[in-house]
């Protein structure tokens, strides 16, 4: 396994979580269109990777990245593209035939029509929501569902508001919708939806949750500190160092949010020093100085403050100072009485609570309902905030 730090980990990279895996297959098998919930940087892409590379039987799985579309019908256009050019219904020859056919008849106008792909004119626009209903009716899949893995499907949503409109986009999620719940179609496909971001947080934030409430969750936690000590482990197999369990014990607890991301970018910190300082064996010391170090990687964590930007006028100054304040504070922490005093102080009473949920859901804080308070999810993430981003 080696260190991977910006792109999904795939192939013998990723690290299985086989209670996570089956707990997914479970939902698919039960006919349940999905939202894979998770905070930021937990691992969903690569978990839906994995399932597009190690399809069960009698599925095919489509994987369709949306986080540059800002309308609707280039959303189904894409999701068009991915199931015609779907890699493993091309292992099936009559079911590859079966796309050709619907390619000619559905679409007057092709560019390319091989054995390997199809690619539509560009002087041609379609309504690709209707051509995705035709494609259903129409598809022989030879016994087969088809599983549509939708990646920043939530950033869709908020990219559509931005530039057409809360209507525009509450009309998205409404499509979706009535497409999961045709009976005409919906026995042959199933949607997995994800992102980077939440689409509860979305769509409780347009009052459209109506319109996600049929979806299945499957939630994605940060890893067990077993989990980690064996992602630790994995990783050690690969590089020229050591570390014993005492040191490995302690970089989880410096961490303490276990999500792969961390772990691996404090592995890559730790092999920078390796490489600098030859140590062929890793002690606290070295530990520490690779955290230090992930905190000064402003591009690894400036998407959490530039995510941020969506919100506007109060909302936006709310959040940001609860995060400052969490941040700078002495006891590293906010009371639910001063955030509520925060939301009298910005007029936001009736709605303060949705947006620190939003935080809770994107992975930003966590709450402690016995002790009443927030904190960040991180101490990593919070030394970075401190640093970059409070006054």
């Given at each position: 396994?080696?260190?991977?730090?910006?792109?999904?980990?795939?192939?013998?990279?990723?690290?299985?979580?086989?209670i996570?895996?089956?707990?997914?297959?479970?939902?698919?098998?039960?006919?349940?269109?999905?939202?894979?919930?998770?905070?930021?940087?937990?691992?969903?892409?690569?978990?839906m990777?994995?399932?597009?590379?190690?399809?069960?039987?009698?599925?095919?799985?489509v994987y369709?990245i949306?986080?540059?579309v800002?309308?609707?019908?280039?959303?189904?256009?894409e999701?068009?593209?991915?199931i015609?050019?779907?890699?493993?219904?091309?292992?099936?020859?009559?079911?590859?035939?079966?796309?050709?056919?619907i390619?000619?008849?559905i679409?007057?106008?092709?560019?390319e029509l091989?054995?390997?792909s199809v690619k539509?004119?560009?002087?041609?626009?379609?309504?690709?929501y209707?051509?995705?209903i035709?494609?259903?009716?129409?598809?022989?899949?030879?016994?087969?569902?088809?599983?549509?893995?939708?990646?920043?499907?939530?950033?869709?949503?908020?990219?559509?508001?931005?530039?057409?409109?809360?209507?525009?986009?509450?009309?998205?999620?409404?499509?979706?919708?009535?497409?999961?719940q045709?009976?005409?179609i919906n026995?042959?496909?199933?949607?997995?939806?994800?992102?980077?971001?939440s689409?509860e947080?979305?769509?409780?934030?347009?009052?459209?949750s109506?319109?996600?409430?049929?979806?299945?969750?499957?939630?994605?936690?940060?890893?067990?500190?077993?989990?980690?000590?064996?992602?630790?482990?994995?990783?050690?197999?690969?590089?020229?160092?050591?570390?014993?369990?005492?040191?490995?014990?302690?970089?989880?607890?410096?961490?303490?949010?276990?999500?792969?991301?961390y772990?691996q970018?404090?592995?890559?910190?730790?092999?920078?020093?390796?490489?600098?300082?030859?140590?062929?064996?890793?002690?606290?010391?070295?530990?520490?100085?690779?955290i230090?170090?992930?905190v000064?990687?402003?591009?690894?964590?400036?998407?959490?403050?530039?995510?941020?930007?969506?919100?506007?006028?109060?909302?936006?100054?709310?959040?940001?100072?609860?995060?400052?304040?969490?941040s700078?504070?002495?006891?590293?922490?906010?009371?639910?009485?001063?955030?509520?005093?925060?939301?009298?102080?910005y007029?936001?009473?009736?709605?303060?609570?949705?947006?620190?949920?939003t935080l809770?859901?994107?992975?930003?804080?966590?709450?402690?309902?016995e002790?009443?308070?927030?904190?960040?999810?991180?101490?990593?993430?919070?030394?970075?905030?401190?640093?970059?981003?409070?006054?």
């Open positions: 396994m080696k260190i991977t730090t910006g792109q999904a980990a795939r192939g013998e990279n990723f690290f299985k979580r086989p996570l895996i089956n707990k997914l297959w479970r939902k698919i098998d039960s006919d349940s269109s999905i939202i894979i919930s998770a905070p930021r940087r937990v691992g969903k892409t690569s978990l990777r994995y399932i597009e590379d190690n399809p069960r039987e009698k599925y095919y799985v369709v949306t986080e540059s800002y309308n609707e019908n280039k959303y189904y256009k999701i068009v593209k991915a015609l050019n779907c890699d493993s219904i091309r292992k099936r020859d009559k079911v590859i035939n079966s796309i050709k056919d390619a000619k008849n679409f007057k106008s092709i560019d091989g054995i390997d539509f004119s560009k002087n041609i626009e379609y309504n690709y209707d051509k995705f035709e494609i259903m009716r129409t598809i022989d899949l030879e016994g087969h569902k088809l599983i549509i893995m939708i990646d920043e499907f939530a950033q869709t949503i908020e990219n559509i508001q931005q530039k057409e409109g809360t209507a525009y986009a509450v009309h998205l999620l409404q499509s979706n919708r009535v497409l999961r045709n009976s005409d026995n042959k496909f199933q949607f997995i939806y994800t992102g980077s971001i689409l947080g979305i769509a409780r934030r347009m009052d459209s109506k319109f996600i409430n049929d979806l299945d969750i499957v939630k994605v936690t940060p890893l067990s500190e077993l989990e980690g000590k064996n992602l630790i482990n994995e990783l050690l197999k690969g590089l020229d160092f050591t570390m014993d369990d005492g040191t490995i014990n302690h970089m989880l607890n410096e961490i303490k949010w276990l999500i792969p991301f772990i970018l404090a592995m890559d910190k730790i092999q920078d020093i390796y490489d600098e300082d030859n140590l062929c064996v890793i002690h606290n010391k070295s530990v520490d100085i690779a230090k170090r992930m000064e990687e402003n591009n690894k964590f400036s998407s959490w403050h530039e995510r941020l930007v969506v919100y506007k006028n109060n909302d936006y100054k709310f959040i940001m100072e609860t995060l400052d304040l969490i700078i504070s002495e006891a590293k922490k906010i009371t639910y009485n001063e955030t509520h005093n925060l939301a009298v102080k007029n936001l009473c009736e709605t303060y609570k949705d947006l620190l949920n809770i859901d994107d992975g930003y804080i966590n709450n402690d309902d002790g009443k308070f927030y904190t960040f999810t991180s101490p990593i993430l919070r030394m970075w905030w401190c640093k970059k981003n409070a006054n």
